[in-house]
């Protein structure tokens, strides 16, 4: 069912559902925060700030919103971790189904698994594009499988993936990544090139879900999130190399997660406009 409150405060015209090429999913839940609160906030503020942002894309000359966006009603946080995960991929069946093009927004980044599962019923070469501040490798964090310290732990189960912007892990993640000579691009090393974007892309099957935990950018621009860590990725190179990968591969989903809104709205409008951004990508 649409949902009146929709990104970029579109009309009907744009906005219907069967008309609508993009479909946004809102996941406002945070069960297994562990530091900073606020997430379950983050998909109406990005919603909010789309609806005060110009539509006209000055970089690809074009309104990114005329294959149409719409938007549904948020889901309904439920009791457990593996509950929400069950009703996002029950909500995301039925996105693919319809040939819809499936945008979810967080939330912790724990919802990821359920868009994921979702998908790999369709695409079985899905691999997974996480761009984030951390490794979220624990195979599970404070007694939970299903943290969000755990999403890429759970998504190696399901699909391949590369990882890129990581600067924050622990001993045995380390552990992890060295002895399965997992695809891992440190921050520390691309923040200030463009070196690293071809070979992070041949790593991707065909068809690729990118899922974006907001702390992948620096604090400086990004400090509205649950875990800020300093040496992040700044707004250009991100945007350069998300344009390339959706040259170069099929991006069949992606999510924007752990957004935690705060009195400054320039987090919320840089999430907004990222999505808008691959939006206009994907055409």
């Not at 938007?71 to 971790?81: G, I, N, R, V």
């Not at 599962?117 to 997974?128: C, E, G, I, M, Q």
């Amino acid at each position: 069912m649409q949902y009146q409150n929709n990104f970029g405060f579109l009309e009907k015209e744009f906005s219907d559902y069967k008309k609508s090429r993009f479909v946004i999913l809102s996941v406002p839940y945070e069960g297994t925060v562990s530091y900073g609160k606020g997430a379950s906030k983050g998909p109406a503020a990005i919603i909010k700030a789309s609806q005060n942002m110009e539509l006209y894309d000055e970089e690809l000359d074009k309104e990114n919103y005329k294959e149409g966006i719409c938007t549904l009603k948020p889901l309904k946080a439920e009791s457990t971790p593996k509950k929400m995960v069950d009703s996002i991929e029950k909500a995301s069946d039925k996105i693919i189904k319809d040939n819809k093009f499936p945008i979810m927004l967080g939330g912790e980044h724990s919802i990821s698994t359920g868009l994921i599962r979702a998908l790999k019923k369709k695409y079985k070469d899905l691999s997974v594009l996480q761009l984030d501040a951390h490794a979220d490798l624990r195979q599970e964090y404070e007694g939970q499988p299903y943290s969000h310290a755990s999403i890429m732990a759970r998504t190696r189960e399901l699909a391949k993936a590369v990882q890129v912007g990581i600067r924050s892990l622990s001993v045995e993640e380390s552990k992890w990544i060295k002895k399965e000579n997992l695809p891992i691009f440190w921050a520390r090393d691309i923040y200030d090139n463009e070196k690293w974007f071809d070979k992070a892309i041949e790593k991707l099957s065909n068809n690729v879900f990118i899922t974006i935990d907001l702390d992948v950018f620096d604090p400086s621009i990004m400090s509205a999130t649950g875990t800020p860590e300093p040496g992040g990725l700044d707004w250009y190179i991100i945007i350069k190399f998300l344009k390339q990968v959706c040259k170069k591969k099929n991006i069949v989903g992606f999510d924007v997660v752990e957004l935690a809104p705060t009195k400054n709205h320039s987090c919320d409008f840089l999430a907004a406009k990222l999505v808008y951004k691959l939006i206009g990508y994907l055409q």
